[in-house]
């Protein structure tokens, strides 16, 4: 059930995860596929679609993660895994995101997505 014009492993997904592990205890505190296949039935996207990059956690409790080979920018709840947000990018973000404050106070995210830096006002 390989995704149709691409190359995919030949192992029963997810292909790629995003896995949170409690730094205290070494247990595995979630794991979400990361990454889609747009030639895929949207019902069927959600496989996981490898990278080359790892992800940043905030203090207030987001991990961004640009790292698959889907366009994609995501933010995720560093508690549940639940992803919270999503952009698409021209090109693959395979960069560790960065974040930090403005001269105003006002927190940013920012990745390298293809040699061009892309960046986000936290709210």
């Not at 995704?3 to 070494?26: E, F, H, I, M, S």
Request: hydrophobic share 35%.
């Amino acid at each position: 059930n390989r995704p149709v014009g691409t190359v995919a492993p030949c192992y029963k997904p997810p292909w790629a995860r995003l896995t949170a592990v409690d730094a205290n205890t070494g247990e595995i505190k979630w794991a979400v596929p990361l990454g889609i296949y747009e030639e895929l039935p949207e019902h069927k996207r959600n496989l996981g679609n490898a990278g080359s990059a790892g992800p940043t956690v905030t203090a207030g409790g987001l991990v961004f993660v640009g790292t698959t080979n889907d366009k994609r920018f995501r933010a995720f709840d560093a508690d549940t895994g639940r992803q919270l947000w999503e952009a698409s990018l021209g090109n693959n973000a395979n960069a560790n995101p960065m974040s930090y404050r403005g001269k105003s106070g006002k927190q940013y995210v920012a990745v390298n997505a293809g040699g061009v830096i892309v960046a986000y006002a936290l709210p």
